[in-house]
Structure formats: C-alpha cells, structure tokens
C-alpha cells in the first residue's frame, strides 16, 4: 500500500500538478477580482475615474500575487 502512496506522490512531483494548479487557481481568482470590481464598480454609478480606481484598488494586490506565483512557475520548471 505504502508503495502505491509513494508512487502516486511521485507521478503528483513528476508531472508539476500542484504547481499548475496553484496557477489557475491565481488565474481565476484574478478573474474574479476583476469581476467583482467591475460589477461593484458599475452599481455604484461611479464616473470613469472612479471605477477605474476601484477596479485598480482591488485587483492590484491580486496582480502581485499572480506575478509571484508565475515567477515561481516559471523558474520551478527549470
């Protein structure tokens, strides 16, 4: 049993599957952000400038975050 754990654990390692997850989860989480911003940007009947601060106030930290995770993808892989 043990030996079908260890090697489903390494087919896991072999293949970057967290990696790639923790990705498109930072993927979609920045889409829904956005989503989010957008919407809430659009029921309060801001003018331009506003809703453009708010949609930058809340996907801003989002960005970095995506940008420290595909950094991390990105030097993984080598």
């Known amino acids: ?3 079908q754990i260890k090697t489903f654990w390494d087919w896991i390692d072999n293949r970057s599957v967290v ?3 923790v990705l498109f989860i930072t993927l979609w989480l920045t889409w829904e ?3 989010w911003a957008a919407g ?3 029921q309060t009947k ?3 400038l506003g809703a453009a601060a708010v ?3 809340v996907t801003a930290p989002i960005s970095f975050l995506q940008a420290a995770i595909f950094k991390s993808y990105t030097e ?3």
């Open 76 to 78: 993984g892989r080598t």
């Open 46 to 48: 801001l003018d331009g």
């Open 1 to 3: 049993m043990s030996e």
């Open 33 to 35: 952000s956005f989503h």
């Open 40 to 42: 809430y940007a659009a």
């Open 55 to 57: 949609i930058g106030a």
């Open 19 to 21: 990696r790639r997850l």
